[in-house]
């Protein structure tokens, strides 16, 4: 075999096998998330045992683990065993403006971490492989457990905000007096359009659960007297007389035929000039977008979803009584898929 094709090969192996042991990092980094070290390093270099007393953590552990992030670039190792932040490590900060912390405290957990186990029986079968180990869905797992729900929610909150900012900037409330928040959370995203359009009046709409611990993060926007929270299914109606409906990743939680009745019901609440506005990652190209196409697999084996083509996209709103208006493209890699009753 020619030397250079050995050393091609070589190469890719290598490749792969860091791919594999990927989930060496994720771990690593949930650990220093749930730990908070991130904190204690926001000062300059720190000490690992001073860290180790901080978070009440085992000294040497530690320092094995903040060596091992500061290898992959999390943080940076001095002399005698001090750390401090990288650029990535500030954004473990529970601080950050784009905080990834909450995100690395709930991918970590291990009732989701086990689900990713099970793949091989999603991709066997085609079914949920968290419904396959817990027994229940995603939804019910996480109203039994108020822990599990309180950093689920934090995280997309977290998550949110990296979009939320792209979305008001490139697609315009203003001329919507009223504009509901189908399956929004905590209502990170309402918060920011309202904040946006202070004319504008609000309904953020979730499983009583879900929005019963709203609040906060209406207030913090400024916006809590604008906003009506309801509680309630979005398969069986949600509030009618908006004119404007958002749904911001809610569709790539469920199948299609969920997804049309999701659908099914907006449109019967919708009058003929409202409007929805669908906020998901569109799947593009082939041999492109791995983010997509892995939160796809994602999708699969935790609540039993997908993500979607525009074709896919065009198909469901048609038989869930909408056309597919317009498609736009944010700098926040999501894309605005916008609906209108026929």
């Known amino acids: 075999m020619d030397r250079v094709v050995k050393l091609r090969q070589k190469q890719a192996a290598a490749d792969l096998h860091r791919m594999i042991n990927g989930y060496q990092i994720s771990q690593a980094i949930h650990v220093a998330a749930v730990l908070g070290v991130a904190d204690h390093m926001a000062g300059g270099p720190r000490a690992s045992d001073e860290i180790a007393a901080a978070v009440g953590a085992h000294p040497r552990s530690l320092y094995r683990l903040l060596r091992a992030l500061a290898a992959v670039g999390v943080f940076r190792e001095h002399e005698h065993r001090r750390f401090s932040l990288t650029g990535m490590g500030e954004c473990l900060r529970s601080d950050a403006e784009l905080s990834v912390r909450p995100s690395a405290t709930y991918l970590g957990q291990a009732y989701r971490w086990q689900t990713w186990g099970h793949l091989l029986h999603s991709v066997k079968t085609g079914e949920s492989a968290f419904r396959a180990l817990h027994g229940v869905d995603t939804w019910t797992y996480r109203e039994r457990h108020p822990e599990q729900n309180a950093i689920f929610n934090a995280a997309m909150t977290a998550n949110s905000r990296r979009v939320d900012g792209a979305i008001v900037g490139e697609c315009d409330f203003s001329c919507f007096a009223r504009i509901a928040d189908i399956g929004g959370g905590h209502g990170s995203l309402l918060a920011a359009i309202l904040a946006a359009n202070p004319e504008a009046r609000g309904v953020l709409f979730d499983l009583s659960h879900v929005v019963a611990t709203a609040a906060p993060v209406l207030e913090a926007a400024g916006v809590r007297n604008r906003c009506e929270v309801v509680g309630g299914s979005m398969f069986e109606s949600v509030p009618e007389g908006c004119a404007a409906y958002v749904m911001k990743f809610i569709l790539h939680d469920w199948d299609d035929a969920d997804c049309i009745r999701i659908l099914q019901a907006c449109r019967r609440a919708m ?24 939160s796809d697999l994602n999708m699969l084996v935790g609540p039993g979803g997908q993500e979607r083509t525009r074709e896919e996209f065009t198909a469901l709103f048609r038989t869930g009584g909408l056309r597919l208006a317009d498609v736009v493209e944010t700098r926040a890699a999501v894309s605005v898929i916008v609906g209108e009753p026929v």
């Open 271 to 294: 009058q003929p000039d409202a409007r929805l506005f669908v906020i998901e990652r569109l799947v593009g190209s082939p041999n492109a977008d791995p983010a997509v196409k892995l």
